[in-house]
T-cell receptor
Framework: QKEVEQDPGPLSVPEGAIVSLNCTYS??????FMWYRQYSRKGPELLMY????GNKEDGRFTAQVDKSSKYISLFIRDSQPSDSATYLC????????????FGKGTMLLVSP | SAVISQKPSRDICQRGTSLTIQCQVD?????MFWYRQQPGQSLTLIAT?????????ESGFVIDKFPISRPNLTFSTLTVSNMSPEDSSIYLC????????????FGDGTRLSIL
């Protein structure tokens, strides 16, 4: 079993839809959880950064962490064509500068 | 967050040659990281570079193949040595903010193709 599992997609939705992106993981010691957005020919851009379980909201984006289920989600409300990108989940231990473990990324396509 | 500039943005190289990738940050950072991103694969950490000390390499990556320099708190280089087609990939520089538990931010990467 890989440490972080993420459906590669592509996930195609119409403009205005609510998008749900998910990752599961196996290491219960992960404490910090991140979502990155990566446009074609660009580097990953940090969207959300959360610690432990719970929800975090930033504009149209909501990150959820369920540590009991080892499951994290990113919700995008009122999706826009500009949201079309690959979304990477990442996580790490709670020990200072520990390294990140990434999912493979989910490609999202939002059609107008 | 820090502004991270990578050079070159892309290159096409011949088998057996070496290429040095530069990463410049607009502020001082403690930790700099080098990743490889291959199609359909997770970002893979190559090494962590701290200023004033030897880089720490992840399993599967060695200094002879990927020598790294970190001469100051705003700059690092990664060299891909004796390249083969298997080295064709995107190479990404990343930095962590000052203080522990800070998130990492990435440059736009270097797209490298080996013929």
């Amino acid at each position: 079993q890989k440490e972080v599992e993420q459906d590669p997609g592509p996930l195609s939705v119409p403009e205005g839809a609510i998008v749900s992106l998910n990752c599961t993981y196996s290491n219960s010691a992960f404490q910090y959880f991140m979502w990155y957005r990566q446009y074609s020919r660009k580097g990953p851009e940090l969207l959300m950064y959360t610690y432990s379980s719970g929800n975090k909201e930033d504009g149209r984006f909501t990150a959820q962490v369920d540590k009991s289920s080892k499951y994290i989600s990113l919700f995008i409300r009122d999706s826009q064509p500009s949201d079309s990108a690959t979304y990477l989940c990442a996580m790490r231990l709670n020990s200072g500068y520990s390294t990140l473990t990434f999912g493979k990324g989910t490609m999202l396509l939002v059609s107008p | 967050s820090a502004v991270i500039s990578q050079k070159p943005s892309r290159d096409i190289c011949q088998r057996g040659t070496s290429l040095t990738i530069q990463c410049q940050v607009d502020s001082q950072v403690t930790m700099m990281f080098w990743y490889r991103q291959q199609p359909g694969q997770s970002l893979t950490l190559i090494a962590t570079a701290n200023q004033g000390s030897e880089a720490t390499y992840e399993s599967g990556f060695v200094i002879d193949k990927f020598p790294i320099s970190r001469p100051n708190l705003t700059f690092s280089t990664l060299t891909v040595s004796n390249m083969s087609p298997e080295d064709s990939s995107i190479y990404l520089c990343s930095v962590a903010g000052q203080g522990s538990n800070q998130p990492q931010h990435f440059g736009d990467g270097t797209r490298l193709s080996i013929l």
